[in-house]
């Protein structure tokens, strides 16, 4: 088989998740074409999908030496560096891809969400705000927006980009429990409690919005239904027993 027929043949299965296979099969196209780009970053990808990161890394890292203008390389070190809590290096990866393609949206998504875990929080609404001049129709980088303003202590603009994401998006379960967290912290109870609703209703396996509705009923004396939550969110997850308020423990224990 050629180089190119063991691309081929290494993506077909990569698509039908057989990286074991794929690996081996870019192995054989390293061995053919040692300068062949292609090969390193599909072996990398199915090591990735292995969670063998050191090794996806490395084979990332030789596709970009290979062609330094390979941005699906550049786009999944940058990713790989993330994992690994890197990310001045994530941020710099997706800063190349950005160089390379200036209308990639979700580089500056990408790249924001860097910026955020560095806490350079201005850097990254910057970064949004550029992802969502070139698809403003992102849920997901108005969440991450939302993100990134709640982190920078500015709520009434993350409960904004938040619900911009769920009018997107109305099955985005991560705004709506987010923007609960602010309605409760902002003693609108009520409100929380249905974004912790319509969070449960399109995803009834979170514990913890279980345990955050179980706060808001328990603060607005609704001691029934914040039992109920709480019971809910320790069958989910029997760690959050040990955050079961005494208030509740004490009012069970009465004749």
Request: aromatic fraction near 12%; glycine fraction near 4%.
């Amino acid at each position: 088989m050629t180089y190119e027929e063991l691309i081929t043949q290494a993506r077909t299965l990569i698509d039908d998740k057989r990286h074991d296979e794929a690996i081996a099969v870019c192995d054989q196209a390293i061995q053919l074409d040692p300068n062949g780009a292609a090969a390193y970053f599909h072996r990398g990808f199915s090591y990735l999908e292995k969670e063998d990161l050191d090794r996806a890394l490395a084979d990332c890292t030789e596709a970009i030496r290979l062609d330094p203008a390979y941005t699906k390389a550049y786009n999944i070190r940058a990713m790989l560096y993330v994992y690994k809590g890197e990310f001045e290096k994530a941020a710099a990866d997706y800063s190349e891809v950005i160089r390379l393609d200036p209308t990639n949206a979700k580089a500056y998504c990408n790249r924001g969400c860097a910026y955020s875990e560095k806490g350079d929080y201005e850097s990254a609404i910057a970064d949004f705000a550029h992802a969502l001049e070139l698809d403003p129709r992102d849920a997901k980088t108005y969440y991450n927006r939302g993100l990134a303003y709640a982190n920078k202590g500015d709520a009434d603009t993350a409960i904004v980009d938040y619900t911009e994401a769920v009018r997107i998006d109305p099955a985005y379960t991560d705004a709506y429990s987010n923007r609960g967290l602010i309605h409760a912290q902002n003693g609108d109870l009520d409100k929380a409690i249905e974004d912790y609703t319509k969070t449960i209703s399109i995803d009834p396996k979170r514990a913890w919005v279980y345990y955050n509705r179980g706060n808001a009923y328990f603060s607005k004396d609704d001691y029934d239904n914040a039992i109920s939550d709480y019971t809910q969110a320790i069958e989910l997850d029997s760690e959050l027993a040990k955050a079961y308020p005494r208030q509740v423990l004490r009012r069970k224990r009465r004749p």
